[in-house]
């Protein structure tokens, strides 16, 4: 059984920082990309990072470059979202999710975590 586990949100001021962790199980990192999504309420899913099965290609949202940086360890089957400067427009429920045949649409990933909720305060 896939499953996808989110891990690190939480409530943060403005300017502040988080690492969110999505630890993968049932499946290996080496042959999946893994994105990362947000939803705030009232608005659609967005695509927010997503790094390569190799870990040597990562794209992200133009709303979060220079600020996110996606990672991983292949080792652990773990990703990682670290998140700087954050502002409240990233306030969300944050996703981590795996495709075999990736960008940032989700409707081309395959499996997806329970989500973890982050919350930026002005």
């Known amino acids: 059984e896939v499953q996808l586990v989110e891990s690190g949100g939480g409530l943060v001021q403005a300017g502040g920082s988080l690492r969110l962790s999505c630890a993968a199980s049932g499946l290996t990192l080496d042959d999946y990309d893994i994105g990362w999504f947000r939803q705030a309420p009232g608005k659609e899913r967005e695509g927010v990072s997503q790094?390569?099965?190799?870990?040597?290609?990562?794209i992200y949202a133009d709303s979060v470059k220079g600020r996110f940086t996606i990672s991983s360890d292949n080792a652990k089957n773990t990703v990682y979202l670290q998140m700087t400067s954050l502002k409240p427009e990233d306030t969300a429920v944050y996703y981590c999710?795996?495709?075999?045949?990736?960008?940032?649409?989700?409707?081309?990933?395959?499996?997806w975590g329970q989500g973890t909720q982050v919350t930026v305060s002005s």
């Open positions: 999710a795996a495709t075999t045949r990736g960008d940032l649409a989700p409707l081309e990933y395959d499996y």
């Open positions: 790094i390569s099965a190799s870990g040597g290609r990562a």
